[in-house]
Nanobody
Framework: VQLVESGGGVVQAGGSLRLSCAAS????????LGWFRQSPGQAREGVSS????????YYADSVKGRFTISRDNAKNTVYLQMNNLKPEDTAIYYC????????????????WGQGTQVTVSS
């Protein structure tokens, strides 16, 4: 299984970015995929995910109303649209898959992508 992220970069506060995660070795609708992020000195935080079990989309309180998770099954790719970005969103963003549909803690993750840096300037 391989997850390859892209789309990170530097943006001013209030701007937008779209992250992509191309998956290989799995069929994404069959698993819970989503995004974590990690800032320097901080633990990895679950940002958003899409459950394969009940179709529920999870968002951390800090990103609700600003971030949207989506997927293209034909491309086997998951996206994270990030709008109205804030400096506190600055982090490395990791694509992640949980084979058991658990989420919220990094210990539930079975495979990680390599990460993509998002930097939001004030």
């Amino acid at each position: 299984v391989q997850l390859v992220e892209s789309g990170g970069g530097v943006v001013q506060a209030g701007g937008s970015l779209r992250l992509s995660c191309a998956a290989s070795g799995i069929i994404i609708p069959n698993y819970r995929l989503g995004w974590f992020r990690q800032s320097p000195g901080q633990a990895r935080e679950g940002v958003s995910s899409w459950s394969s079990y009940d179709g529920h989309k999870y968002y951390a309180d800090s990103v609700k109303g600003r971030f949207t998770i989506s997927r293209d099954n034909a491309k086997n790719t998951v996206y994270l649209q990030m709008n109205n970005l804030k400096p506190e969103d600055t982090a490395i963003y990791y694509c992640a898959v949980s084979y058991g549909d658990s989420w919220g803690d990094a210990e539930y993750i079975d495979t990680w992508g390599q990460g993509t840096q998002v930097t939001v300037s004030s």
